[in-house]
């Protein structure tokens, strides 16, 4: 099982990303997948969650409005489309699978995890 994460970079406040996770070696379309993030010095964060077939998403509070996530199945991929970026959403992003349908805000519950790309947003 590999996740791949791709797309950050370095930006000026008000910018956009977009974020890309392609998956290989599970039955994608089974496992909801979360974006957390980490910033020099804390804890590990969630972010954003979008489940399996798509349908229903999660943001945390700090991320909502400016952040949508969107996934293509067929191609294995979930994109996350950062708009507004804030100095402080600078971090390195992961993105990681699981299939439980509950706690998906905590890191704990996500079996597999992509290697994370970083993200810099200036002032």
């Known amino acids: 099982v590999q996740l791949q994460a791709s797309g950050g970079g370095l930006v000026q406040a008000g910018g956009s990303l977009r974020l890309s996770c392609a998956a290989s070696?599970?039955?994608?379309?089974?496992?909801?997948v979360g974006w957390f993030r980490q910033a020099p010095g804390k804890e590990r964060e969630f972010v954003i969650r979008?489940?399996?077939?798509?349908?229903?998403?999660r943001y945390a509070d700090s991320v909502r409005g400016r952040f949508t996530i969107s996934r293509d199945n067929a191609k294995n991929t979930v994109y996350l489309q950062m708009n507004s970026l804030r100095p402080e959403d600078t971090a390195v992003y992961y993105c990681?699978?699981?299939?439980?349908?509950?706690?998906?805000?905590?890191?704990?519950?996500?079996?597999?995890w992509g290697q994370g790309t970083e993200v810099t947003v200036s002032s």
């Open positions: 990681a699978a699981s299939s439980l349908g509950y706690g998906i805000i905590y890191a704990r519950n996500y079996h597999y």
């Open positions: 979008i489940v399996g077939t798509g349908g229903t998403t």
């Open positions: 070696g599970i039955t994608f379309s089974r496992y909801g």
